[in-house]
């Protein structure tokens, strides 16, 4: 996942896609190889949804999520997923692009018992990961002192672990592509 990392999605493509050509095939192995190889790209939307209405407006995983996208939007490494990636390989030369989107339950409410397991997961991954990816975007960005941020992140693990909430993220891409 590289959300909030990349300032220029097209530009990062078009340099795999010539370090690939420039360096020769035999360097990346059978990896990039034309009509064999291929690279794998995971991207998770962390923007919350609801189906069912019970996810507020003044949720603490909404008011998160917010202040996240703009802390990363603002230095230019949006965290918010790029819904056009197809089109943006497919520009720099990527053929056999499969896009598999995946909606993910961010905690075990679903009655789903494949479900349950992938949001159990995805809770224990999410509630790890939300002091990471927020303390420096808040406390460069906002100026937010730490101790502020982690009140914060507490409240979302809190918010995270209610199953009343029937709150899902995604999609998740998995791009599978081949040069």
């Known amino acids: 996942m590289a959300s909030g990392s990349v300032s220029s999605w097209p530009e990062m493509y078009q340099k795999i896609f010539k370090y690939a050509i420039s360096f020769g095939f035999e360097y990346f192995g059978k990896h990039l190889k034309p009509g064999y190889g291929h690279i794998e790209q995971v991207e998770i939307d962390l923007q919350p949804r609801c189906d069912d209405g019970?996810?507020?407006?003044?949720?603490?995983?909404?008011q998160w999520y917010n202040w996240l996208d703009d802390a990363t939007r603002r230095p230019g490494v949006p965290i918010q997923y790029q819904d056009q990636t197809c089109q943006m390989l497919q520009a720099q030369g990527f053929v056999d692009i499969e896009d598999n989107i995946i909606r993910l339950p961010i905690n075990g409410w679903s009655s789903d018992p494949h479900q349950k397991i992938i949001g159990?997961?995805?809770?224990?991954?999410?509630?790890?990961?939300?002091?990471?990816?927020?303390?420096?975007?808040?406390?460069?960005?906002?100026?937010?002192?730490a101790e502020e941020v982690r009140r914060c992140v507490k409240d979302?693990?809190?918010?995270?672990h209610h199953h009343c909430t029937q709150t899902l993220t995604g999609p998740v891409s998995c791009e599978v592509l081949r040069l």
């Open 120 to 145: 159990r997961w995805y809770n224990l991954g999410l509630c790890e990961a939300t002091e990471a990816m927020g303390l420096g975007p808040l406390t460069r960005v906002y100026r937010w002192p």
């Open 156 to 160: 979302v693990k809190t918010a995270a």
């Open 54 to 62: 019970t996810l507020p407006d003044n949720s603490p995983i909404i």
